[in-house]
């Protein structure tokens, strides 16, 4: 008797803080039984560093940088359906509050005025990711097919939506699920 | 109020104040116009000084001053040159022209020189299509450009002449009426119309104005005898007087709409270059008929060379004894006109913000109910018709309303004037019997090879060649009076996408829908513009018309998205050449965007890319 | 005999001379609106009050109501109609909830959770907008202001003092404050105006009291605006 195939479902942080993987987290016991329907890629929790081609991406963050949008990408190919988790993935967030700032000054205040960092110097590394002059949410960068909005959403909005997704429903939000902070 | 405390600007300011209305807020945006033209741009110190003599606030003031585009709160050039940006002026060459004169003179598009000698900018169509690509140096008009003239005008700009001792030919406005008809063709004495009117009495002419199914130019088309009598009801209704009751309340206005902002129309320029008396005597018919003692010409900032032509007739007709008190001799029968000047912005052709603009306020459409026949300017019963309806009025006064309704269709009676002008060999004013077929009017002016017609301009209809047959007339294609005419090389999104930044750009803000929906529909058609376009931005286009058309506030949101819908429907192919075969694309360029980070670093390696 | 209109097939009364939104407030009826106080006179810009009155769409904010009108409110057509003019307040403003000491009693959001907004799905405009510090007990935020002259009206209405206005034009409106420097530390605003406390979102903030409540037990964490609207509590108010 062959095993049921399960659901392929790979996750990244861009321009994010990890809160809506710790949400993911906070699933708690719930995990076990998502384990017993999906199993996963490329995620933080299972340090597989690239994309094989999945049912399902999870994105959390915006994108702020080139390796952002390269990341992005590859998730975009390898993914049938991306979803945008969190508020950074859907409007920016947090990191978009530098978007009225100039990248100069930005630089600047980081790596010229901050205190003991006399002389300092504006890295030029090609391994450092570039800068973009503003954060975007993903879904101005690449198409998006589902949102679960939230800073971050909560276990319970994860696992509702999940769920739904899995059982190949329209995600649905109770009202106290839905949350933009 | 506290005193001004700016006595160097006071000495200024005062005798424009004397100059418009002593302290009485109406003419705010008279003042600031010519506060403008004095410092060129609103000073700060200004604004604090008029709200002192206006009893307004500082932020009423800033909110005037900072929505009409020839108002400027910060530092404009000594020389403000702005180029007429109207698909016409785009076809005779404006893009490069302008580009052209901002070379010469060392100045960017949209910016101050650095002498703060000159700025450079374009401005929604000044309304002489037949004579582009215009423009407006410090509000007068300049017409046929090309680099021979502009190397005259900053040659001008660069030794400092004041504007006043330029060339005349520079500034030369031709009427350019091609085909004249009873309102452009026929000889017209001057009081007529009133001589008429006062012999059959006030309530008998409004008969004849219904009788004559007299329908507003403005493109709307509602009945003028209706909204007359709408206007006597409102009085009547409040205070109990009759309707014509000649010499009652004075406190009822009638205003002719000469806001000619509709991109490609011009017709109520000429009218008012050479038939004003046409157009003063319909509204002092139209007076009569309401019982209005005040009149207002609200004329469009950019025909403020008319101004003074205009005062002129309003002198000679006082003199005449066409205007002022005992009209034509009949105690009682009062009536005076007086001009307003508009200050960019289209907006202001709609007549409720047209009231307000009147008023001195922002030019912000009203909710309405009520309408203005019973709530207008300053709260009182107000009539505002167009220029040509006016001009009608006065004819038919003269000649009675059968006569009038002899012409045209059954529905559209009378005659249209159609302003001409794009790919055709004879542009100007053309008069036709309402019910004239697109085709006909294109074998008239000289439209070879024509493949589509925007008539009635942005908010009106795209008439592609399949329909040619049809005709200018209420019941089938209503016009205020723009007919644009593209050959069939002309690119069609070119012309969609100049209305679209066309209305982006017009949209007074008020409302959520028009303010961001036409931005939206901008953003989108610049993406599409760039090459960066995909079949997912066309439903966008239409998802955002849809919402444009169904939730503004006024007309100018109902209809900004006509041009990009009609274009869709009619000429899909200049939409989908321009696409590419993705199902997205960014609107934003990726590798553009680390340009800035790129400068900071001083890196080019390849992770300092996207491609 | 009272005169009735219809919401979506059920019969309402109304007195000569309430709107469609005085009626249906009055009945206990929810038509979103965001500019719509009716402390305050109608204004009807947001046009989230939209309904149809004989196929016609009408803000139902400013629209007197009118013997047998039949007026359409909760349709889906409608409501995606809402949610799209919710998304472009906005991407065109900067809100960043999380960022936001108004989340959770913002009405905005609130509005938006109601109507079931996912994404604000449009590119964000990102405009630069000027935070203003300077009052020792206001704080002044552009980013979320969304134009719907609510402290306009109060300010000049109730407060007789016209510290608000708007400038600019089309997507380049903005409030300005009447000083001379255009700071509101400047001008005659106090904290006890009625200006100070009709922001329906966080542009307008009361300081030192923003996290008094804390998120999780705020106006619309647990109960939808519709309800909390219906249940004839006035949201919005800075708690």
Redesign the interface.
């Given at each position: 008797m062959s095993e049921v195939k399960k659901v392929r479902i790979a996750t990244c942080s861009l321009a994010g803080c990890f809160g809506c993987h710790m949400s993911l987290l906070d699933i708690d016991e719930r995990l076990f039984d998502l384990l017993e329907v999906v199993e996963f890629n490329r995620t933080p929790l299972t340090d597989i560093k690239h994309c094989s081609p999945c049912d399902v991406g999870i994105i959390e963050g915006g994108v702020c940088n080139a390796e952002n949008v390269h990341v992005l990408k590859e998730f975009r190919k390898n993914c049938k359906v991306l979803v945008a988790m969190g508020a950074c993935a859907i409007t920016g967030g947090l990191p978009a509050m530098r978007n009225n700032i100039d990248l100069w000054d930005c630089f600047q205040e980081v790596y010229r005025y901050e205190g003991g960092l006399e002389g300092g110097q504006i890295p030029n590394d090609p391994e450092l990711p570039l800068p973009f002059d503003k954060v975007h949410p993903i879904y101005e960068v690449v198409k998006v097919d589902y949102f679960l909005p939230g800073c971050p959403p909560s276990g319970d909005a994860i696992w509702k939506f999940l769920t739904d997704l899995l059982a190949g429903r329209e995600p649905k939000l109770d009202y106290e699920q839905l949350h933009y902070d | 109020m506290e005193p001004c405390e700016y006595p160097h600007i006071e000495d200024q300011l005062a005798p424009i104040v004397g100059r418009h209305g002593g302290g009485d807020a109406t003419h705010l945006l008279q003042i600031l116009r010519d506060v403008q033209d004095h410092f060129h741009f609103i000073p700060?110190e200004a604004i604090?000084c008029l709200a002192s003599h206006l009893n307004l606030?500082?932020?009423?003031i800033?909110?005037v001053?900072?929505?009409?585009?020839f108002l400027s709160?910060s530092p404009q050039g000594e020389y403000r040159v702005l180029f007429s940006d109207n698909i016409t002026d785009n076809m005779l060459g404006k893009p490069e022209l302008m580009q052209y004169f901002c070379n010469k003179l060392w100045v960017e598009p949209g910016k101050v020189s650095e002498d703060n000698l000159v700025s450079v900018d374009s401005t929604s169509c000044t309304g002489m299509c037949d004579q582009g690509p215009a423009a407006l140096v410090n509000g007068w008009p300049l017409t046929n450009l090309d680099q021979n003239r502009l190397d005259l005008i900053s040659e001008l700009i660069r030794i400092k002449k004041p504007v006043a001792e330029w060339p005349e030919m520079l500034f030369e406005v031709r009427d350019n009426v091609q085909r004249p008809g009873m309102l452009l063709g026929e000889a017209f004495e001057h009081g007529a119309g009133i001589r008429a009117m006062l012999a059959r009495g006030a309530e008998a002419t409004l008969k004849e104005v219904d009788v004559a199914n007299l329908r507003g130019r403005g493109g709307a088309g509602f009945k003028t005898a209706s909204k007359w009598t709408f206007c006597h009801a409102a009085i009547a209704e409040e205070e109990g007087s009759m309707i014509c009751d000649v010499g009652g309340n004075p406190e009822r206005f009638i205003v002719c709409n000469a806001d000619e902002g509709e991109p490609g129309t011009f017709k109520d320029r000429v009218l008012l270059s050479s038939y004003a008396d046409m157009v003063f005597e319909g509204m002092t018919v139209g007076a009569r008929v309401i019982g209005a003692r005040k009149g207002f010409l609200y004329l469009r900032g950019e025909y403020r060379y008319l101004l003074k032509p205009l005062e002129a007739v309003l002198s000679r007709r006082r003199a005449n004894g066409l205007l002022g008190e005992n009209i034509l001799g009949e105690t009682g029968f009062s009536f005076d006109i007086e001009i307003h000047l508009g200050a960019g912005?289209y907006i202001c052709g709609e007549e409720s913000a047209l009231i307000e603009s009147l008023e001195g306020k922002?030019g912000r459409p009203r909710?309405r109910?009520p309408f203005p026949v019973t709530r207008g300017y300053l709260g009182r019963p107000t009539v505002v018709d167009n220029v040509e309806t006016f001009a009608c009025a006065a004819r038919i006064a003269e000649k009675g309303g059968a006569w009038f309704a002899a012409m045209g269709t059954a529905q559209s009676t009378g005659t249209k004037i159609l302003s001409i002008s794009g790919d055709c060999a004879r542009p100007g004013i053309y008069e036709y019997p309402f019910g004239v077929t697109v085709e006909e009017i294109l074998r008239d002016c000289g439209a070879e090879d024509a493949h589509a017609v925007q008539v009635s301009g942005p908010s009106g209809t795209l008439v592609s060649w399949q329909e040619f047959g049809r005709r200018i007339a209420f019941e089938d294609l209503p016009t205020a009076g723009a007919f644009m005419v593209f050959h069939r090389q002309r690119e069609m999104f070119a012309a969609a996408h100049n209305f679209t930044h066309f209305f982006?750009?017009?949209?007074?803000?008020?409302?959520?829908?028009c303010?961001?929906?036409?931005?939206?529909q901008k953003?989108i058609m610049d993406k599409i513009a760039n090459g960066h376009g995909t079949p997912?931005d066309l439903e966008e286009l239409k998802?955002v018309g849809?919402?444009l058309g169904?939730?503004?506030?006024c007309g100018l949101g109902h209809t900004a998205a006509n041009p990009v819908l009609d274009t869709l429907k009619k000429f899909p192919g200049t939409f989908e050449r321009k696409l590419k075969a993705l199902?997205?694309e960014?609107?934003?360029d990726?590798d553009g965007?680390?340009?800035?980070?790129?400068d900071?670093?001083?890196?080019d390696?390849?992770?300092?890319?996207?491609s | 005999m009272s005169k009735t209109i219809t919401i979506d097939g059920t019969k309402i009364s109304f007195t000569e001379g309430q709107t469609i939104m005085d009626a249906a407030l009055a009945a206990k009826v929810y038509i979103p609106h965001l500019c719509h106080n009716p402390e305050f006179k109608p204004h009807g810009s947001c046009k989230l009050c939209t309904v149809n009155v004989n196929g016609r769409a009408v803000s139902a904010c400013t629209m007197p109501a009118s013997d047998g009108m039949e007026v359409e409110n909760k349709t889906e057509t409608l409501d995606n109609e809402r949610r799209a003019i919710v998304q472009m307040l906005f991407v065109e403003g900067n809100h960043l909830c999380p960022t936001c000491e108004k989340s959770g009693n913002c009405q905005l959001q609130a509005v938006a959770y109601c109507l079931g907004m996912m994404t604000p799905h449009y590119n964000h405009f990102y405009p630069p907008r000027e935070i203003d510090a300077s009052h020792p007990d206001v704080f002044l935020d552009r980013n979320r202001c969304i134009l719907c002259e609510l402290c306009v009206r109060a300010s000049r209405d109730v407060d007789g003092k016209n510290v608000f206005g708007l400038s600019g034009r089309g997507i380049g409106s903005r409030l300005v404050v009447n000083s001379a420097s255009g700071r509101l530390g400047d001008s005659t605003f106090a904290v006890t105006d009625r200006a100070a406390k009709v922001c329906p979102t966080g542009a307008i903030l009361i300081k030192r009291q923003g996290f008094s409540v804390p998120i999780g037990s705020r106006i619309y964490d647990h109960k939808p605006i519709c309800q909390v609207e219906t249940e004839g509590k006035s949201g919005g108010e800075h708690e």
């Open positions: - | 700060p604090g606030s500082r932020a009423q800033e909110g001053a900072g929505f009409y585009s709160l912005a922002r909710n109910p982006a750009h017009e949209s007074c803000g008020f409302c959520t829908p303010r961001v929906g036409t931005q939206l953003r997912a998802h849809h919402i169904t939730m503004s506030h199902s997205f960014p609107a934003f990726l965007a680390l340009q800035t980070a790129r900071i670093t001083g890196r390696d390849d992770w300092a890319h996207l | -």
